[in-house]
């Protein structure tokens, strides 16, 4: 796939719909509606961090604010076209232009979204978007290797699992995460992307 001349910081935040998912750079303006969906201890589970009152969100809002306008992260948010409800969030991470590389992350939805194919169109997406705008040759996503939900979504998605790490980092709760690994590379998307668009009822 041929590589264009894109700046990812200037082209990554851009605004992406399909018929389901709008995902749009986020704001200030989605602190509330994301607070909304966001105090729910199931979200977090596998995170790094807790949002457990609304101190924690302030904080893990600010410094999702402060990774996109810095350039660290390109952050979306996640609104459900049928009802126009903020579904929750996700990242372009670990740009890396020069090597085509760069994660699809920090991922999160709201009680009401999960299982119901918002998560697979957002990724269908962010996905479109690296390969065929940003030219991309290699999307990689990590996750605990305790989150089996995530880890079959990924699968479901067409992503490659390539390893564990052990011990990649330490966790809230005092343990240190195995984190595995997960790619889509640039000769594989047209079929991941076959698998996302024909098979609707796989819904990670």
């Given at each position: 796939?041929?590589?264009?001349?894109?700046?990812?910081?200037?082209?990554?935040?851009?605004?992406?719909?399909?018929?389901?998912?709008?995902?749009?750079?986020?704001?200030?303006?989605?602190?509330?509606?994301?607070?909304?969906?966001?105090?729910?201890?199931?979200?977090?589970?596998?995170?790094?961090?807790?949002?457990?009152?609304?101190?924690?969100?302030?904080?893990?809002f600010d410094a999702t604010l402060a990774d996109h306008f810095a350039g660290r992260r390109c952050v979306f948010v996640i609104t459900d076209r049928r009802?126009?409800?903020?579904?929750?969030?996700?990242?372009?991470?670990?740009?890396?232009?020069?090597?085509?590389?760069?994660?699809?992350?920090?991922?999160?939805?709201?009680?009401?979204?999960?299982?119901?194919?918002?998560?697979?169109?957002?990724?269908?997406?962010?996905?479109?978007?690296?390969?065929?705008?940003?030219?991309?040759?290699?999307?990689?996503?990590?996750?605990?290797?305790?989150?089996?939900?995530?880890?079959?979504?990924?699968?479901?998605?067409?992503?490659?699992?390539?390893?564990?790490?052990?011990?990649?980092?330490?966790?809230?709760?005092?343990?240190?995460?195995?984190?595995?690994?997960?790619?889509?590379?640039?000769?594989?998307?047209?079929?991941?992307?076959?698998?996302?668009?024909?098979?609707?009822?796989?819904?990670?």
């Amino acid at each position: 796939m041929a590589r264009y001349p894109v700046d990812w910081h200037t082209a990554g935040p851009a605004v992406l719909s399909n018929d389901h998912v709008r995902l749009a750079p986020v704001t200030e303006a989605d602190r509330e509606p994301l607070r909304a969906i966001a105090l729910d201890p199931d979200i977090w589970r596998y995170f790094v961090s807790r949002v457990e009152s609304d101190a924690d969100f302030e904080a893990f809002f600010d410094a999702t604010l402060a990774d996109h306008f810095a350039g660290r992260r390109c952050v979306f948010v996640i609104t459900d076209r049928r009802t126009g409800r903020t579904a929750g969030s996700m990242s372009y991470g670990n740009l890396s232009e020069p090597d085509a590389r760069l994660e699809i992350g920090w991922s999160w939805l709201g009680r009401d979204f999960r299982g119901t194919g918002t998560n697979r169109w957002a990724k269908l997406l962010l996905l479109e978007h690296a390969f065929e705008r940003l030219g991309a040759l290699r999307v990689e996503f990590k996750t605990d290797v305790l989150n089996t939900r995530a880890r079959r979504g990924l699968r479901n998605i067409g992503a490659v699992e390539e390893g564990v790490l052990r011990s990649y980092n330490p966790m809230p709760d005092g343990r240190r995460r195995d984190a595995v690994y997960y790619s889509v590379l640039a000769d594989e998307w047209p079929l991941v992307k076959k698998t996302l668009t024909e098979h609707p009822k796989v819904r990670p």
